[in-house]
Structure formats: C-alpha cells, structure tokens
C-alpha cells in the first residue's frame, strides 16, 4: 500500500526544537520531489520547505528559513524536518508530500503546537 506516514509532532516551548519524519511506504522516496506544509487552525494550507529530487536543491518559506532544515535518508525511505528556535506562529499541522509524474501523495499530518 502506497502511503505516507509522519511522526514527530508534539507540544514544545518556544525556543525548542522538534524534527518531524516521514516515511514513505509502497514506493521509493528518492525518485519524489518531497515537500512539507503547514495549516493553522483558520488558515490555508502552506508550503513549509521542499527538496528536489533530482538535485536536491532546497527551498524554505521566508518564515522559516535559518530555523528549519529539510532533509532525506535514501536508505530509510524517510525524509525529515528539523526545525529549531520554535515560535508560536509555527503552531500547525504539518503535512509531507512526495510528488513526480509517477504520482502525488500526502501524509495524515502531525500536530506541532509551540506554547509555554
């Protein structure tokens, strides 16, 4: 069964850090462009960060950029988001996607909410 599965989210101070996983099961993750997003209660969903597959060039949200690092582990089939120095604004579900012309998947998302 093709899918993808996120793990990681939580509830951390400001200031903290979390790194959210995805694992990707049922294809071969390095083939995808691998993207995560994000939606706040009340908000559109939004691009968070993406890695390309070919290049593996990156991309990040101004809002994030410094903060938040996208990476994958070919071997693991998983691709990752490491995101540090947490502020309340970056509370949200957080969603993986894996897309090329093979075809477009997407996590159940995981909750990252930042409060003291």
């Known amino acids: 069964q093709v899918q993808l599965v996120e793990s990681g989210g939580g509830l951390v101070q400001p200031g903290g850090s979390l790194r959210l996983s995805c694992a990707a099961h049922?294809?071969?993750?390095?083939?995808?462009?691998i993207g995560w997003f994000r939606q706040a209660p009340g908000k559109e969903r939004e691009g968070v960060s993406c890695?390309?597959?070919?290049?593996?060039?990156?991309y990040y949200v101004d809002s994030v950029k410094g903060r938040f690092t996208i990476s994958r582990d070919n071997a693991k089939n998983t691709v990752y988001l490491q995101m540090n120095s947490l502020k309340a604004e970056d509370t949200a579900v957080y969603y993986c996607?894996?897309?090329?012309?093979?075809?477009?998947?997407w996590g159940q998302g995981t909750q990252v909410a930042v409060s003291s």
């Open positions: 996607n894996a897309r090329s012309f093979q075809g477009d998947y």
């Open positions: 890695m390309r597959s070919g290049d593996g060039s990156t």
């Open positions: 049922g294809f071969t993750l390095e083939h995808y462009t």
